[in-house]
């Protein structure tokens, strides 16, 4: 078995209403779709973070893996990436994720080869059903859905998700430049939804020191699971530390320095940011034995949740809930997809490799949407639009 093609796909995975968040107002994502095919006729698939990789596979990987044996999935690193030092060096983000979508497409390859579902490959599951969290923010209106403006719109959203799909894991947006809606709105749910939920929240870096220490005082009493970068340095956030005792968590995935700063509590990432499944198994372990949580977080289009469901099911460290925009998506690339949590769970694919199934027309369907829209503009501020927001707003 030799890869005989690989071929890239950027799409643009638009969300149902567009949410507001520190930096602006969110649409959609952007993702790039890869398939490695095999000269056997095996079709694995990939996703990764950002339409820019494409070139980068079709220029730079591509022409180095045709002919090689997918199944030597070390092998196919040793072409295509340096060293984790070398990369550290040049910074050359770009080049791991481009390469993780690849490496989780021959993840895939190597399950459908072999009859095999992604998790029993990765050494059998531990758990057959993934928690994720639902989402909540304030929201435009578009196509008369969204359009929650007020707390009191928000909690009613979030009530509605208790009672139509059993949701109990909630996490949302809190970084409003005026903090009291989002305090509001956080007290609002834990006063509605009782003690028994789980509520984390997100400020993407919103609040300088001196605010957050503030809104800590306010939110002590409130349980709230974790908060997800209060602020915007690490350092910044060991001082935040000292005036509180909510876990934080953090998209900055940089675990030697949570170590030597004992903060934040959970890193939060994706699989193909590390180079695939291998590499992200690889720093799961490291966070275990440094005590670290970590998951995933939201935006990916079915294939890259497909990676994350079974990375999660074989990991026993992966205990805490993902994020998920799942129920905001109204429409994926693939057959089975948007997934959507159930009772705060959604169980993993049990087909050979990631179990799922790329749509033809759902794919040119997405992937026009990128070229007619262009890349999704998660920076885009409706009150400036010529200007990028600053933080912090507060």
């Known amino acids: 078995m030799k890869v005989d093609r690989i071929e890239t796909t950027p799409v643009n995975i638009p969300l149902e209403a567009p949410y507001l968040w520190s930096e602006g107002s969110l649409p959609g994502f952007t993702r790039t779709i890869v398939r490695v095919t095999t000269n056997d006729g095996i079709t694995g698939l990939g996703e990764s973070v950002t339409a820019g990789v494409a070139a980068i596979i079709d220029d730079q990987l591509a022409p180095r893996l045709i002919g090689r044996d997918p ?12 060293t984790w030092r070398g990369l550290q060096s040049t910074n050359d983000y770009a080049l791991i994720r481009a390469f993780g979508a690849i490496e989780i497409a021959l993840w895939d390859i190597r399950g459908k080869a072999w009859g095999r579902p992604l998790y029993e490959l990765l050494g059998g599951a531990v758990r057959k059903k993934i928690p994720f969290t ?32 059993g949701t109990t894991y909630f996490e949302g947006k809190f970084g409003t430049a005026d903090p009291r809606p989002s305090l509001e709105t956080v007290r609002s749910l834990r006063a509605e939804l009782g003690p028994e939920a789980m509520i984390r929240i997100d400020s993407n870096r919103a609040y300088s020191l001196a605010t957050a220490r503030s809104l800590a005082r306010a939110l002590e009493d409130l349980d709230i699971r974790n908060w997800e970068d209060p602020v915007g340095t690490s350092e910044e956030m060991a001082a ?57 977080y939201s935006g990916d289009a079915g294939i890259g949740s497909a990676a994350y469901l079974h990375v999660c ?75 990028y927001r600053r933080m912090p707003l507060s």
């Open 134 to 165: 639902d989402y909540f923010a304030f929201r435009a209106e578009k196509d008369g859905v969204g359009g929650e403006s007020t707390p009191r719109e928000v909690v009613d959203y979030c009530l509605r998700l208790r009672e139509e799909h």
């Open 71 to 82: 199944i030597d999935i070390n092998g196919c690193e040793l072409a295509c990436l340096p």
């Open 313 to 387: 099911a074989a990991m026993s460290w992966m205990r805490e809930p993902g994020q998920s925009l799942f129920r905001m998506q109204p429409l994926d690339v693939i057959e089975e997809g948007p997934f959507r949590p159930r009772n705060n769970v959604v169980a993993v694919p049990e087909g050979p490799g990631l179990g799922v199934t790329l749509s033809p027309e759902r794919l040119a369907h997405c992937h026009r949407l990128f070229l007619d829209e262009g890349p999704a503009n998660k920076h885009h501020d409706p009150a400036a639009p010529d200007r």
């Open 240 to 296: 935040l530390r000292r005036h509180t005792s909510i876990p934080f968590s953090s998209h900055n995935v940089d675990l030697a320095r949570a170590v030597a700063l004992g903060v934040p509590d959970a890193l939060v990432t994706d699989v193909a940011i590390h180079g695939g499944i291998n590499r992200m198994i690889r720093f799961i372990g490291a966070c275990e034995a440094m005590g670290v949580d970590c998951w995933c």
